[in-house]
C-alpha cells in the first residue's frame, strides 16, 4: 500500500542524490539503507524508521562539499560512498567496506581493510563474480582483488573483507556510472 509520506521522503532522497530504488511510496529495504546514508551524512546514527531528527535532515541536509571533480570517493568513517562528475553529486550511498579484523575463510586468511588511497577501476565483471571469498555483483576492481560490488548483506558497520559493499539496486546504478579508468578515492 501506497504511503504518502513514504513516497515524498523518497522523492526528497532521490533529489538529494541517494537513491531510494524505486519512488513508489512502500518503505522497503533500498528505502531503509538510503535513510541510514541520509542519517550517517548528518551524524545521525542510522536507524530504519523516520525519526523527527531524519525528518529534519531530508529538509536541511548538511551541506557536502565536492573534494574531487569526478569519480567515486568512498569515505570509510562515515561507511558512504560518493559518485561525482564534472564537480557534482550524482550518487551518495551507504556501503561496508573491511572489517579491519584478521581472518581465515576458505583456505585464505588476511587482514580485512579496505586500503586508503587513490586508485583507477581496471576491471569491470557485468553480473555475478564468483571470487575466492564469495559471489559479488557487478564488480569494479580498483585495487587487486579489492573492488566496489553488490552485496545481498551491507550492513551499517564494516564487515567485508576489504570490497566496498553496496546495495543491490546501487550497483546496478553504479555500474552503469562508472568505467575502467574511472578514480576511486579512499578515505578515513
Known amino acids: 500500500m501506497i ?4 513516497l515524498q521522503v523518497e522523492q526528497r532522497l532521490a ?7 524505486r519512488v513508489d511510496g512502500v518503505f522497503t529495504k533500498e528505502t531503509a539503507v538510503a535513510l541510514w546514508a541520509l ?6 546514527r542510522p536507524v530504519s524508521k523516520l525519526t523527527p531528527a531524519t525528518l529534519r535532515a531530508l529538509q536541511r541536509p548538511r ?4 573534494p574531487v571533480r569526478d569519480g567515486v570517493v568512498v569515505d570509510l568513517s562515515r561507511q558512504v560512498l560518493f559518485l ?12 561496508s567496506t573491511g572489517a579491519n579484523r584478521y581472518y581465515c575463510m576458505k583456505g585464505r586468511c588476511g587482514y580485512a581493510v579496505t586500503p586508503l588511497g587513490d586508485y583507477r577501476v581496471f576491471r569491470r565483471v557485468h553480473g555475478w563474480d564468483r571470487g ?5 555483483y557487478k564488480t569494479m576492481y580498483f585495487n587487486h582483488g579489492i573492488a ?3 552485496s ?5 558497520w564494516p564487515a567485508s573483507h576489504g570490497c566496498v559493499r553496496l546495495p543491490m539496486h546501487v550497483a546496478d546504478r553504479l555500474f552503469r556510472q562508472v568505467e575502467v579508468g574511472t578514480m576511486v578515492r579512499v578515505r578515513p
Open 3 to 6: 504511503d504518502p509520506q513514504i
Open 15 to 21: 533529489e538529494l542524490h541517494i537513491s531510494p530504488g
Open 39 to 44: 542519517q550517517k551524512l548528518n551524524g545521525l
Open 63 to 66: 551541506r557536502i562539499h565536492a
Open 84 to 95: 561525482y562528475e564534472r564537480g557534482k553529486i550524482r550518487l551518495i550511498s551507504h556501503v
Open 132 to 136: 575466492p571469498l564469495g559471489s559479488m
Open 148 to 150: 566496489l560490488h553488490g
Open 152 to 156: 545481498k548483506t551491507v550492513p551499517r
